[in-house]
């Protein structure tokens, strides 16, 4: 299967921009892990233990956890709400390792429909000021949607770095 990616508009308002900009990270992860095998996808780059399995899981968490559990006040749903937290802190970049790329795939398309959803929600219930309904554990004061986007897009970025590395020392692939 071939991701097809595309770029952010140049001009539109900041709703529109914040989300294209975050559809377009979602889609350069999902570049990285095209066409990889389950061994592949379990490999590091050493001295990291990351892999780019984990990162798929990683971001799938991610998603849940602004937009359902911090932004919406709802449980993440399975397999998060399972997970041994902890035991693991890192469950979900361990546990990938014994998921399929298939399994991993569909759990990063169901968190990103999901936190789509939740998106339009809560556009269409405050637009980017509307608050989330947990509050940050440092400071108290309630997230924006404008700032959780932010996060995420900062989140995927910082990660496609790391999926850059680790592609091109499993194959050599590199780009964008």
Known sequence: ??????????????????VAYLDYHRDTLRMKVDGLSADQLRRTHPPSTLTLGGLLKHLALVEVSWI????????MGEPWD???????PDWELHSANDDTPEELRQLMDDAVAQARRGI?????????DHL???ASRRTGEQYSLRWILLH????YARHNGHADLIRESIDGATGE
Not at 68 to 75: F, N
């Open 1 to 18: 299967m071939t991701i097809e990616r595309t770029d952010p508009p140049l001009a539109a308002d900041e709703a529109t921009m914040l």
């Open 68 to 75: 359902s559990e911090v932004l919406h006040g709802q449980p």
């Open 82 to 88: 399972s997970a041994d937290w902890d035991a693991d």
């Open 120 to 128: 339009d929600e809560a556009l269409s219930q405050g637009g980017l």
């Open 132 to 134: 989330s309904v947990t």
């Open 152 to 155: 995420m897009i900062e989140e």
